[in-house]
Structure formats: structure tokens, C-alpha cells
């Protein structure tokens, strides 16, 4: 039986040791996870099957918690901060923000109010206003005016926002419609089941040849609705699509919007902060006429998952959607109305000081380090097309302005998912597909905090090699 006065916390020395021991972990991990098969090979309940049935009585050795690393979690380990990491879209890591995030988990903040934590709102709202200007977006998203920026979980989380704020300031009596592309992220049909619009309420855009949003069979969508006795309520435009990366035409759309009193949300997910570099920030050509935007440091700017920034033109929209003020929480500064308290800004009323890393990441780097690595992952994916190009075999099937590829081999369907499964399976790269009028379409991703140029020549050596044109390693 445990003694009822004894303490059994971890001891700030043993916090201090063990600590340092993790540190020291995942700096060894960065250093060999090149070494390591990227993708996990255990079949469905490996991990399970190493866990013992029933959580321990009494608490445990540290030694033997930690052996367990090892032994379970890596094997179970899909190794996203590996260099040879090219699928989906990154979820990159840097020091600085596992830094900022560990220090976020030690104040253990939850910073609904203001007042439950002064500095984890105004770090975030500076950090927000400072990125407008980084990424050049428009004025109206600053907090100075009537707009403003937080940090929300997730992209998914941010148009589900968007989309309430939108329902509600339509509300006339008619049933709210929601419009994107065929190409557009599920998020968005998600946000709309949510919002209570239902998948019934949300309308599928078709695309141009460059798989972007054509605003033309748009305008006759909302105009169908709108003799239907429906509102058109929301458009969300994409800048960078899953799929393909492709850039709906912003100011054909937000014209569109104008015409229909919609509300415009702009998804940048990962594009985003490709804007960061002056060559790039044409796609926000169009975005001062929308109401809100979104991209996600967690993808392409070296930034812990979760961290989705958001702003919005109008903040009084979100927050007549998402604010309720009950006795528990009422305090001073939330009633003189000097300041921000982000709970009305997004779903759950909790949130953590996400801010902290995203400002560490920024300091570290600065503007002109987050863009040379910016510039460097597009460089390298415009070789990568380049040299795909330059063999018959091969062709590149979607525009490719930065730094995704949709590329495939000419032998068909079966073929190109033969290569990317061996490629997969030999483990020094890791590529995803998708399909492209319906044909299987390999994706290279470049944006990994590790990868080289050395890497994206390796994932292209062992494509040729995995296509029978080179000898396949051993
Ligand atoms: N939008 C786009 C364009 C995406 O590519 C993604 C994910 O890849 C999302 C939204 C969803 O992102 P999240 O996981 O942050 O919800």
C-alpha cells in the first residue's frame, strides 16, 4: 500500500536528469532518422500486442518507461522528419519550435482569457499582426483595425469558424449554401456537416485544366441557389490544393462573392508561406477582398503540429458566432473590453500557448532565414520537374509553380503504383499519390527541415530505379 502522505510526483531533480535525457534523445533521432525506413512496416495491432492489458497498479521505473521507446513507439513510427519525407504535404519540426513547445507544456497555460495568462494573448496577437506584414496580406487582417489574427489547432478547425461566422451574417430565414472546387480540401464538406448546412448544403465547383476553381460555373451556381430561395453564403478558395497545388483565381472569385454578398475564406493551408518570398505573394493577389484566410506554419514553416493561423477582416462576425460569456468567467479586463480573450474566437474554450514556438521559430530564423529555406525547397522541386521532364518515359501532369510535383510515369495506372510502392517499401524515400482525371498520379512534396538537394536527387534516382530503368537496389 502506498504511504497516504507520501508525495509521489517526480522530483524536480529526476525532471531536471530525465529531462535532459530526452533532449539528448530526440537530438540523436534527428541525427539518424535518415538511416531509418521512413515509412512504419508493422501490420495493424503490433503496438497493441507489446502493451501489457491492464495499466500498472504502481508506478514504474523511469528506465523501464523509457526502454519502451525504443521497443514499442519506433517501431510504430512513420517517420515524418526524415529528409526523405515527400508525401502529403510536410509536418516539419525545427529545434526552436520543440523548444517552444516544451517550455508551453511546462507554464502549462491554458490561456482562454486574457487575464488566465496575459502573455500568451498578446504574444499572439504581435506574432499574428507580425506575420500580415511577413506574408504581406492585407492590411485588414491587423488587429489594430477591425479585424485580427489567432491561432487555431488546425486548417479544418479554421473554416468550420469561418463557416459559422458566415452562416450566421446570412441569416435571413433562407437555408445557407457553401461553394469550393471539386479539388478543395474534405475539411471544408466536414465544416459544412458540422455547421449544420449538411453535405445537401455544400456545392462542388468544377475546375479548369489547371485543376482550379472555375469562377464562371461558380457565378451559375450561386445564381441556381439564389432563384432556389437559398443563400449563398460562403465560398472557400483555395491557394495550393491538396491534390495538385493548383491556386483558384482569387479575383474572379472575390468578385463573384461581391455579387452574391458570400462570404470569401481563402485556404493556404500549405501554400501559404511561400508568400514569405516577394517572387511567390502573387497568389494573394485578390486576398484584400476576403473575409478570412488561413495557412498553416505546422506544414511548411518549421512549426510543432498544431499551429493554423487565421484571420478574419471582421472579428464581430466570428465573435457574434462564437461568443458566450458565462458568470464563471467574467473578470475585469474582459468586461472594460480593453482586450482580447481568444476563447470567442474558436470552438473549444481551452487552448494552450501555441504562440510561444511560433515566435520562437520566427526569432530563430527571422524573415530572411524562414525564406532562404522557402526558397530552397521550391529550387529544388522546379529541378525535380525538370528532370522528370527531361526523360520520355516520364511527364509532369499538373502546374508545378513551387513545391509540390504531380508527376507519373507513361506506363499507366498500375505501373506508377508499382513504382511508388516499391519506392515505399525500400524505405529511403517516402512518396504519396493522388488521382488526376482519374488516373494515378504520383506526388513529390518538398518541404522537410532535413532535406537536401542530395535527397530529392535520391527520390528521383530511386523512381528510375523502381521503373526498371536503373537496377534496383538490394
Ligand atoms: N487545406 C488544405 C489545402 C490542406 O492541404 C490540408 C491538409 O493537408 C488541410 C486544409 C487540412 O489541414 P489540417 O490538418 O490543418 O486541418
Not at 512504419?40 to 500486442?49: H, K, L, N, T
Not at 462576425?317 to 464563471?328: D, G, Q
Not at 527531361?390 to 498500375?414: K, M, Y
Request: overall charge negative; proline content about 5%; hydrophobic content about 45%.
Amino acid at each position: 500500500m502506498t504511504d497516504p502522505d507520501m508525495s509521489l510526483h517526480m522530483t524536480r531533480d529526476e525532471f531536471r536528469k530525465r529531462g535532459h535525457e530526452i533532449v539528448d534523445w530526440i537530438a540523436d533521432y534527428w541525427d539518424r532518422v535518415e538511416t531509418l525506413p521512413v515509412r512504419s512496416a508493422v501490420e495493424p495491432g503490433d503496438i497493441r500486442a507489446m502493451l501489457p492489458d491492464r495499466a500498472p497498479a504502481e508506478g514504474e521505473d523511469w528506465d523501464a518507461i523509457i526502454k519502451d521507446i525504443e521497443t514499442i513507439v519506433m517501431p510504430g513510427i512513420t517517420h515524418w522528419q526524415s529528409p526523405g519525407w515527400f508525401g502529403y504535404f510536410p509536418a516539419n519540426v525545427s529545434g526552436p519550435s520543440v523548444l517552444g513547445e516544451l517550455l508551453s507544456s511546462g507554464l502549462g497555460v491554458q490561456g482562454m482569457l486574457w487575464s488566465t495568462s496575459p502573455a500568451c494573448t498578446e504574444i499572439e496577437t504581435h506574432v499574428m499582426d507580425w506575420l500580415v506584414e511577413m506574408l504581406g496580406l492585407p492590411d485588414r487582417f491587423l488587429s489594430s483595425g477591425q479585424g485580427g489574427g489567432v491561432i487555431q489547432d488546425t486548417a479544418s478547425s479554421a473554416v468550420l469558424c469561418a463557416l459559422l461566422a458566415a452562416r450566421d451574417r446570412s441569416e435571413d430565414g433562407r437555408a445557407a449554401v457553401a461553394y469550393a472546387s471539386t479539388q478543395t480540401h474534405s475539411s471544408v464538406e466536414k465544416a459544412a456537416r458540422i455547421a449544420g448546412l449538411g453535405s445537401d448544403g455544400m456545392r462542388a465547383i468544377a475546375v479548369d485544366a489547371a485543376y482550379a476553381m472555375d469562377p464562371a460555373a461558380l457565378r451559375a451556381a450561386m445564381a441556381t441557389d439564389r432563384d432556389a430561395g437559398l443563400a449563398p453564403a460562403f465560398v472557400c478558395a483555395t491557394l495550393g490544393t491538396t491534390s495538385s497545388h493548383a491556386f483558384d483565381p482569387l479575383p474572379a472569385i472575390a468578385e463573384v462573392c461581391v455579387e452574391f454578398g458570400a462570404w470569401l475564406h481563402v485556404d493556404a493551408a500549405h501554400a501559404g508561406t511561400a508568400a514569405l518570398c516577394n517572387e511567390f505573394r502573387g497568389m494573394n493577389v485578390g486576398l484584400e477582398h476576403a473575409d478570412s484566410y488561413c495557412f498553416n506554419p505546422h506544414k511548411w514553416m518549421f512549426t510543432n503540429f498544431d499551429c493554423d493561423c487565421f484571420w478574419v477582416a471582421d472579428r464581430r462576425a466570428l465573435l457574434r458566432s462564437l461568443s458566450i460569456l458565462p458568470e464563471y468567467l467574467r473578470n475585469a479586463p474582459t468586461d472594460s473590453g480593453a482586450v482580447i480573450d481568444y476563447r470567442d474566437w474558436h470552438v473549444p474554450l481551452g487552448r494552450r500557448f501555441r504562440a510561444l514556438k511560433l515566435w520562437f521559430v520566427i526569432r530563430h530564423y527571422g524573415v530572411a532565414g524562414l525564406k532562404h529555406h522557402v526558397r530552397q525547397h521550391v529550387a529544388w522541386a522546379q529541378e525535380f520537374a525538370g528532370w522528370v521532364e527531361a526523360v520520355e518515359d516520364w511527364e509532369v501532369v499538373a502546374p508545378a509553380p513551387l513545391n509540390l510535383v504531380c508527376f507519373r510515369h507513361r506506363g499507366g495506372d498500375e505501373v506508377n503504383e508499382r513504382i511508388m510502392n516499391t519506392v515505399n517499401d525500400e524505405g529511403r524515400v517516402f512518396l504519396t499519390h493522388t488521382k488526376l482525371d482519374g488516373r494515378f498520379t504520383l506526388r513529390l512534396s518538398v518541404g522537410q527541415t532535413h532535406t537536401e538537394r542530395r535527397h530529392v536527387e535520391l527520390a528521383w534516382e530511386r523512381l528510375q530505379a523502381a521503373a526498371g530503368q536503373l537496377p534496383v537496389a538490394s
